[in-house]
């Protein structure tokens, strides 16, 4: 296993975003498993400079989309162009292909844009007129949303939402390392500090390991409990799809690969559960805070289902 390479990452983001070990470990469950990734945070914490740095880092092709009310379709997929020297229209391809695009609050582009990025979160493949194109691999999209702001913006639909991995949310720093972001800034980019550690067949090794890490058939019981709880779950208006519970059971490796393991075990499943499953639940009660109450349901979720003695 080649551990030492996400080790390398690791501590190249951590030069770029200070105090943020356990959101760039999250970060890297995501990507390393080969899903995207939802970032909900507030402007001006450094969601583009990590997806920036993270496309340094991996030596990957990076495009960003920022999102408005009048981003179309084409302007993300592409367009095909009548060339008027050989009488035939010319695919002229969009940022979408790239390895990592980075879609720039993506709620505030219509419901008709964002749909555009469904078939290739799920496919890989883009559909323009009667033709379809290939995306390279790998390819992950990390979008981000304002979670307070909704003005000219339009919810992001359950449907987009299952296509995401996990949300991650970066927060404030702490004062300490706050201080630090502002003294580093004062003499440089800190995407100055990001640089290549590992190259994309490098990449390729360590997803490939990931897919290699064993899971006990008594986990993957784990996983299937837990899921059908939160269908079950009064409280929910929306339990997780079967595409959910796939989702953590490869979180649930890549979280054992980041923690140097083989293997799966419970835990791996226990602290992943709110990353994966808590933006794809719908609460039947909206009268008070919805994270805190979507986070009291899935720990009840959690009690009340036996943990699995794998030996």
Known sequence: MNYSYVTKIKSNLNKVILG??????????????????????????????????????????????????????????????????????????????????????????SPKTQSALLEAMEEKQITEWRNSYKLESPFIVIATQNPLEYISTSILPQAQLDRFSIRISLGYPTEESEEEILKMQNNLNPLDEARKVINKSQFFEIIKEVDSISIHEEIIKYIVAIANKTREDNRLLLGVSTRAALTLQKIAKASAYLNEREFVIP????????????????????????????????????????IPKVI
């Open 20 to 109: 943020k070990e356990k959101e760039i470990n999250d970060l890297l469950k995501g990507v390393i498993s080969g899903g995207h990734i939802l970032i909900e945070d507030l402007p001006g914490l450094g969601k583009t400079t990590l997806v920036k740095a993270l496309a340094k880092s991996l030596d990957l092709n990076f495009s960003r989309i920022q999102c408005t009310p009048d981003l179309l379709p084409s302007d993300i997929l592409g367009v095909s162009i009548y060339n008027q020297h050989t009488g035939e229209f010319e695919f002229r391809k969009g940022p979408i292909f790239s390895h990592i695009l980075l879609a720039d609050e993506l709620n505030r582009t």
């Open 267 to 306: 835990e791996d499943i226990k602290e992943n559960i709110f990353l994966v499953f808590n933006h794809r639940v719908i609460p039947s009660y909206s009268g008070r805070n919805k994270e805190e109450y979507i986070n009291e349901i899935m720990k009840d979720i959690l009690n009340s289902v036996a």
